[in-house]
Structures are given as C-alpha cells and as structure tokens.
C-alpha cells in the first residue's frame, strides 16, 4: 500500500498558479503510475495528468500547454505546477497512484479505475 498526502491547494484569481505538491510514503517501490486527479461537485472525477516511473507523461486535453506534473523520486513527492487557472479547474484535487496495472513501456493513463492508492484531496478554487 501507498499513503498519499496532498498540500498546496487554495484560492486564486483566473490567470493566476498554484503548486500541488504529494508525499508518498509506504511500498512506494512498487508503484508504477502516478498522478493528479479532480473531482468538481456534480461531476465525475477525472485524470488530470499522469507520470510513469520512466517520466514519461500524459495530460488530458483540458490542461494541456497550462499544468506540468512532476516527481522528486528522491523525495518520494509528486507535483502539478499549474499555470493560467481557469475558473472551470475549481475542483478537489486528489493525488493517486497505480500499483497493480503495468503496460510495456511504462505507459501510463489517466483513468481512474486503473489507480488503487488515493489521498484525501485538496481544495483548488478559481474565481474569475
């Protein structure tokens, strides 16, 4: 099991950037994807972007050119740097991560039923 822990969310205004940042701990070795999920009220929860234990990553059409994910596998910590908000990114957001799906290449995707780890959240709002 991987324990997850977000911080860095809060209150902007549109055009304006956060960071999110999550702490792994636990049998992080066997972790193949990781990445940032939201959750919108009334909505479903959706990928946001996904990074694989090669680096390589995937971002949905929605935040692509404005988020960046990234890891410090040193720090066992993921990040999303996120760029020009817009108010429709308000959302939870949730770090996850996948350790029971592998696909060659270390490809990685950002459906959520494929990530068994989840953290508790963190609240990004965005008015315009």
């Known amino acids: 099991q991987v324990q997850l822990v977000e911080s860095g969310g809060g209150s902007v205004q549109a055009g304006g950037s956060l960071r999110l940042s999550c702490a792994a701990s636990g049998d992080t070795t066997s972790t193949y994807c990781m990445g940032w999920f939201r959750q919108a009220p009334g909505k479903e929860r959706e990928g946001v972007a996904v990074i694989g234990s090669s680096g390589r990553t995937t971002y949905a059409d929605s935040v692509k050119g404005r988020f960046t994910i990234s890891q410090d596998n040193a720090k066992n910590t993921l990040y999303l740097q996120m760029n020009s908000l817009k108010p429709e990114d308000t959302a939870m957001y949730y770090c996850?991560?996948?350790?029971?799906?592998?696909?060659?290449?270390?490809?990685?995707?950002?459906?959520?039923?494929?990530?068994?780890?989840w953290g508790q959240g963190t609240q990004v709002t965005v008015s315009s």
């Open positions: 996850a991560a996948n350790s029971f799906i592998y696909r060659m290449g270390g490809y990685c995707v950002t459906n959520k039923n494929e990530y068994n780890n």
